[in-house]
């Protein structure tokens, strides 16, 4: 027999049907309404390679060495080759496809679930092992061919890798074949049958409309409800505004997106009679494995189904004593059947603690480290997920311990997302609630490209690593794309300047000071009246140093000092400050400058300084600037310096419209460039506070009335031989960069990780105008 029923399995035949299978099977032989499904059994795959013939030129053919890469791709392409390549023996076909057509209704297509379900229990993480292949929305036309890619799926490189070095024999792992009935889900959900992360037995529930993939994935914001089982009644319901939902298209099987009807966004998705059928059916898994569980569900035509439930694994041990043993016997996320597209990257939207913003890539895992105060800060120990509301200047020795970074405020451009790009420090900010549902000590993982936290150390994550190999950063291509615009690159902190300088860039767009005032602990008005204006200076020429000579002789604009005063208030000597009710809009950048010459001075004295030493590439930039004022000011403190203006290369920040608005009035003013910050132009143009994690969605950078401000700009300064650049947080952005080379800017400053694609859609969009232009 080729095949098994679910019917037929349960949690002891994990040999035979891998650990999947064997979940769903003890779930459905529970009673519990599993969707139907059978599984083409492991010793259906070790007879198809046996009776063909295969076996043992495949098991010759993954036997390489783990460290020759080109022999892994070779390896897995052949295995591939192999299995793909033969033919499945009839009897075998022919019981899959009846089995198969037995799952729908009669004389109607169906669409099913392919996943495999590995057998391998004695590896010791089975996840390393591959065998995560899933295929949603199957049709029969494709069911042998993907039943045959999940057998393959034993064989990817990383599958063959990890066996070959923990000299595990291939020959010893067998792999099993789930076809299970998708559920075109009107609403669903997960469902946790105690709290998450108290234990208490409370049973919560999210839901929305349409697929599942939508709650899981964290794309919208389900309903909330609540059922107190002590009381046996519902507690609280929270109904959310649900703008979109994810639903099958009908023609082409593929999970689509979708908006929700006016009408509907605002509807409570359960009706109370549904949250009892949810919560009965909870209790009975619950007792069922006898811990708490995480269950995924869906509701089609009133029917309650359960696609997948495992044990809780995020309350914390001292709430309770459930471990984290998986019920379906192997450590793979995703069990049962699936409403959820996307080919399988479902498995790793699962177990989402919580949710931000991805701001600065990479995925690790590690223990969480709460920090709500400065003295915690050496609590945060090499490794450790530091999770704070938001990250302090102060806090920069802690964020190069931690292997990543988690915060509750701010967006792309706070902080956190500035620093921890530089540092190449996974991070995610703007998750509103991570320091109050993150406890200390769980094991996370997050992604810092989707901006999620999940529960538990992932195997696939990145070892912690302080700082990025340079290599990393390095163009991979030997030679860099030549392009007009220049291609620049931002450093906010000093020890990041070799990984910047390896990048190739054509010289540093921002140099923020920022980061090595307040990293002295005390406002710069309380170091120069302790240490005096001499060390105060050093302090600064140090860290402009360490960049422009890793640089030279390329350009390095370097900033004078621009942090709002909230910023210096939790340093010593920050009781002095003033309490701003909006330090965004207060006393920061040149307006402080001005205000404070005697501190200015002493910064200005480090440029001078440094001109001395001949760092000739070292070009200074105001920021925050309105008009031509500001700019005499500034002239007048730099002449009182010892600097003459007319000698040294030096600009402005474009920040504010009133800036972009007055552009011929500064020009006038005889500055040589002038720089769009655009994280506060965008700020200022549609008050929107780019730290506020509240407003993030509408943070943006390419909305029209900033574009236009920042193209009449350029228009005006190539009129008036003002060079032009970006150093804001967009200039990464592709949509951006094509903005600006079309509009004739001169250069542009990325983040350390974006600057080669942004080298390369310079180059791509410049080919571009020079074909239009012959043509
Ligand atoms: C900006 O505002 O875009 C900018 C680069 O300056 P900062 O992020 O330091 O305010
Ligand atoms: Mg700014």
């Given at each position: 027999m080729a095949v098994l029923w679910l019917d037929d399995v349960n949690a002891g035949d994990l040999d035979l049907v891998g650990g999947k299978a064997a979940s769903l099977g003890e779930l459905t032989g529970a009673g519990l309404p599993v969707p139907p499904g059978f599984t083409v059994t492991a010793e259906t795959y070790r007879t198809f390679i046996e009776e063909a013939g295969i076996d043992e030129e495949l098991f010759a053919a993954v036997d390489v060495d783990p460290e020759d890469s080109a022999a892994l791709r070779a390896a897995e392409e052949r295995a591939a080759e192999l299995i793909l390549g033969t033919d499945i023996p009839d009897a075998v076909r022919e019981e899959i496809v009846e089995s198969y057509r037995q799952?729908?209704?009669?004389g109607e297509e169906t669409f099913v679930a392919v996943r495999s379900s590995a057998t391998a229990e004695d590896l010791p993480d089975a996840s390393f092992a591959g065998q995560q292949e899933t295929f949603l929305n199957v049709r029969e036309e494709h069911l042998l061919e993907r039943v045959k890619e999940c057998w393959a799926s034993l064989f990817t490189q990383r599958a063959i890798y990890y066996r070959q070095q923990q000299g595990f024999p291939h020959e010893d792992v067998d792999i099993a074949v789930v076809v299970q009935r998708m559920v075109d889900a009107e609403k669903s959900g997960v469902m946790f049958t105690s709290h998450p992360s108290t234990g208490d037995p409370q049973i919560i529930i999210e839901a929305a409309w349409g697929l599942g993939e939508a709650v899981v994935s964290g794309s919208v914001s389900p309903d909330n409800y609540v059922y107190d089982r002590a009381q046996g009644a519902v507690a609280d319901v929270t109904v959310a505004d649900k703008k979109t939902l994810m639903e099958k298209d009908p023609e082409t099987g593929e999970t689509v997106e979708r908006e929700v009807a006016e009408d509907r966004r605002n509807e409570r998705v359960l009706s109370d009679a549904e949250i009892e059928s949810l919560v009965e059916l909870g209790e009975r898994v619950e007792d069922h494995y006898g811990e708490p569980q995480d269950v995924e569900w869906a509701i089609v035509g009133g029917e309650v189904f359960m696609l997948q439930s495992r044990p809780i694994t995020t309350i914390a041990e001292s709430a309770s004593d459930a471990d984290t043993d998986t019920a379906d016997g192997d450590d793979e996320s995703d069990g049962g059947a699936t409403n959820s597209g996307g080919g399988g990257d479902d498995d790793e939207n699962e177990d989402v603690l919580v949710q931000g913003l991805g701001s600065s890539p990479g995925v690790v895992s590690g223990a969480v480290r709460i920090v709500t105060k400065l003295d915690h800060l050496d609590q945060v120990q090499e490794g450790d997920i530091l999770v704070t509301e938001m990250t302090m200047p102060d806090m920069v020795p802690a964020m190069k311990r931690a292997a990543g970074i988690v915060t509750d405020e701010g967006g792309m451009t706070s902080h956190a997302a500035i620093v921890s790009r530089e540092l190449g420090v996974p991070a995610v900010v703007g998750t509103r609630t991570g320091t109050k549902q993150l406890e200390n000590g769980r094991q996370i993982t997050i992604d810092g490209d989707k901006g999620t936290v999940r529960a538990g150390a992932d195997s696939e994550a990145e070892p912690a690593e302080e700082f990025e190999p340079v290599e990393a950063a390095r163009p991979q291509t030997p030679v860099k794309p030549m392009t007009a615009t220049e291609v620049k690159v931002n450093v906010s902190i000093p020890e990041a300047a070799e990984r910047a300088a390896a990048t190739g860039a054509d010289g540093v767009g921002l140099l923020r000071i920022e980061h090595m005032v307040l990293t002295l602990g005390k406002t710069p008005e309380r170091y120069i009246a302790e240490h005096g204006a001499r060390a105060y200076q050093d302090e600064l020429i140090e860290g402009i140093r360490t960049v422009a000579d890793e640089f030279y002789p390329r350009p390095v604009r370097v900033r004078t000092i621009d942090a709002p005063t909230d910023e210096f208030r939790d340093l010593e000597g920050g009781d002095d400050e003033p309490a701003e009710h909006n330090p965004m809009l207060g006393w920061r950048g040149i307006r402080r400058s001005l205000d404070k010459p005697d501190v200015f001075q002493q910064e200005l004295a480090a440029f001078d300084r440094i001109y001395e030493m001949g760092y000739d590439n070292v070009e200074l930039m105001l920021p925050l600037v309105n008009d031509s004022d500001d700019i005499e000011g500034a002239k007048r403190q730099m002449r009182e310096a010892g600097i003459d203006p007319e000698e040294h290369r030096w600009g402005v920040m474009i920040e504010t419209p009133a800036a972009a608005l007055q552009i011929e009035d500064l020009a006038s003013a005889g500055i040589d460039f002038a720089s769009f910050g655009t994280n506060d132009l965008t700020q200022y143009t549609l008050a929107v506070d780019r730290n506020n994690e509240n407003v993030a969605d509408r943070f943006d950078e390419t909305h029209p009335a900033v574009l236009e401000l920042i193209g009449q700009t350029i228009e005006t300064c190539r009129e008036l031989g003002v060079d032009t650049s970006i150093c804001g947080q967009a200039g990464s952005k592709t949509e951006m960069v094509n903005f600006l080379v079309e509009e004739g800017i001169s250069s542009i400053s990325a983040n350390i990780d974006a600057v080669r694609d942004v080298q390369h859609e310079v180059k791509r969009k410049e080919q571009r105008i020079l074909l239009d232009s012959v043509r």
């Open positions: 799952l729908g209704p009669d």
